[in-house]
């Protein structure tokens, strides 16, 4: 084997384990049938695939709260959020129809020290886990974030959809879903971005990419956000904010 081939091999092995890191995070939530935030009971049924253990611990962090409830609780963040989720700061994110689990996780990740902002972390260190579980179950139910409709930016798309753009090798949409709008409703941990402010995103594809920002999963976006431009952010941005 020569020396390019042996660098191929190894580029292909390593892309190859992000898949399975990824495909193996997403196959723990997907075990996990999460009620929708209207049913009854918390908690749920649960394939023999994940062992006892792992299905109490899931459960325990994302179980399902009481969106109405909620809507009471969660007075305080609306004043940033909006009314219904949908803040109308360019750098405060929607929250309208956000997934229930990524709503979750990312104040368990203020709370931690994982993802640092001051106000969040704040704001997040008064949240107990039942508060938490009714407040994301509000901004869960909304009706889904929606962008203006307007012209879509060719470069944010092409970005966004073809996987050859990318240094992993998987686009944008296999993790966030057609036009960004998320892939399932209530159990995935990807978030919306599809008609999320464009300043909000742009920001945080910046922070991925410096490694502010290091929560997520395997630094999976880290390692997206490292091959992206300032040109490709500003695209991304403009495509996925557009979104209605
Ligand atoms: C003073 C304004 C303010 C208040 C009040 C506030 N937030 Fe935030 N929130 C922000 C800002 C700004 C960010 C973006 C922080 C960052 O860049 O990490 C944010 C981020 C978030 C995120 C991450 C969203 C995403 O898309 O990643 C969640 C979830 C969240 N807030 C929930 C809440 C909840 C629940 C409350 C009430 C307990 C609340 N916020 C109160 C300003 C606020
Ligand atoms: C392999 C799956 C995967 C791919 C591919 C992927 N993402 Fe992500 N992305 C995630 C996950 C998981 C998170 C949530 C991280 C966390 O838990 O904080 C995320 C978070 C984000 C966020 C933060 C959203 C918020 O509300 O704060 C943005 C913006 C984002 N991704 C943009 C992109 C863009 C643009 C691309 C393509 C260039 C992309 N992602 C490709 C998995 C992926």
Redesign the pocket.
């Known amino acids: 084997m020569n020396q390019d081939c042996k660098v191929y091999t190894l580029l292909g092995i390593k892309k190859y384990l992000y898949v399975v890191a990824f495909l193996s995070f997403n196959a723990a939530f997907a075990d996990t049938e999460v009620p929708s935030p209207y049913s009854a009971t918390p908690g749920g049924r649960v394939s023999s695939r994940v062992d006892a253990e792992r299905k109490e611990t899931i459960r325990l962090r994302y179980k399902t709260g009481n969106p109405i409830a909620g809507q009471e609780k969660?007075q305080?963040?609306q004043?940033?959020?909006g009314t219904n989720g949908n803040s109308t700061d360019p750098?405060?994110?929607k929250?309208a129809g956000?997934h229930i689990n990524?709503?979750s996780k990312?104040?368990r990740n203020y709370q931690d020290g994982t993802?640092t902002?001051e106000?969040?972390e704040a704001?997040?260190s008064?949240?107990s886990d039942d508060d938490l579980a009714d407040?994301a179950a509000y901004f869960a139910s909304q009706n889904k974030m929606k962008g203006s409709g307007g012209a879509e930016n060719p470069r944010g798309k092409e970005l966004f959809t073809r996987s050859d753009t990318t240094k992993m090798g998987i686009a944008c949409v296999n993790c966030h879903g057609e036009r960004g709008k998320g892939i399932e409703s209530q159990i995935s941990a990807f978030?919306v971005l599809g008609g999320?402010h464009k300043d909000?995103i742009r920001?945080?594809l910046i922070?991925f990419r410096s490694g502010d920002?290091r929560n997520s999963p395997y630094k999976i976006m880290n390692r997206i956000a490292e091959s992206l431009t300032d040109i490709d952010i500003e695209s991304l941005a403009e495509y996925v904010s557009v979104q209605p």
């Open positions: 969660s305080l963040c004043g940033c959020h750098l405060i994110p929250l956000q990524y709503i990312q104040i993802r902002h106000i969040m704001m997040a008064t949240i407040m978030p999320q909000y920001q945080q922070n920002r």
